[in-house]
């Protein structure tokens, strides 16, 4: 299970940020933050609309999806994927995707995809090196 580091991803944000903001000017790229009732950030995801190369039907995918553990439950991460629902469903997209890739919380994550209408599909798989 990969290990989260707070610090890490703090230091990674503004080059990052530069990524997500070249996919948003060529419009396949999304980024979504989540507030408290204060104005603070307390999650975000990060997505794209594309085409698979077997494919000519538009799909949407989860890049990256977190709320800060001890915001979880609040809400945040259902108005986060709402948002990303409907900015994909209005490029077209037919499907969207959604992998857990961290191990954190997996069968919480299971539930809240279903009991949001999601199949699984396929799996992830990891070989510790």
């Not at 077209?92 to 949001?116: H, I, P, Q, T, W």
Request: charged share 25%.
């Amino acid at each position: 299970m990969l290990v989260f580091h707070k610090q890490k991803v703090k230091s990674l944000t503004d080059p990052f940020l530069s990524l997500v903001e070249m996919g948003h000017k060529n419009g396949t790229h999304c980024f979504f933050v989540a507030e408290d009732s204060e104005g603070q950030g307390i999650g975000g995801l990060i997505g794209c609309v594309e085409k698979h190369f077997f494919s000519d039907q538009v799909v949407e995918s989860i890049v990256h999806y977190d709320v800060l553990p001890e915001k979880r439950m609040s809400g945040a991460a259902l108005r986060l994927l709402k948002a990303f629902r409907t900015w994909a469903e209005n490029r077209g997209a037919v499907e969207l995707s959604a992998g857990v890739n961290s191990g954190d919380e997996y069968e919480k994550m299971d539930k809240f995809f279903k009991r949001l209408g999601f199949s699984p599909v396929g799996g992830n798989y990891a070989l510790k090196l």
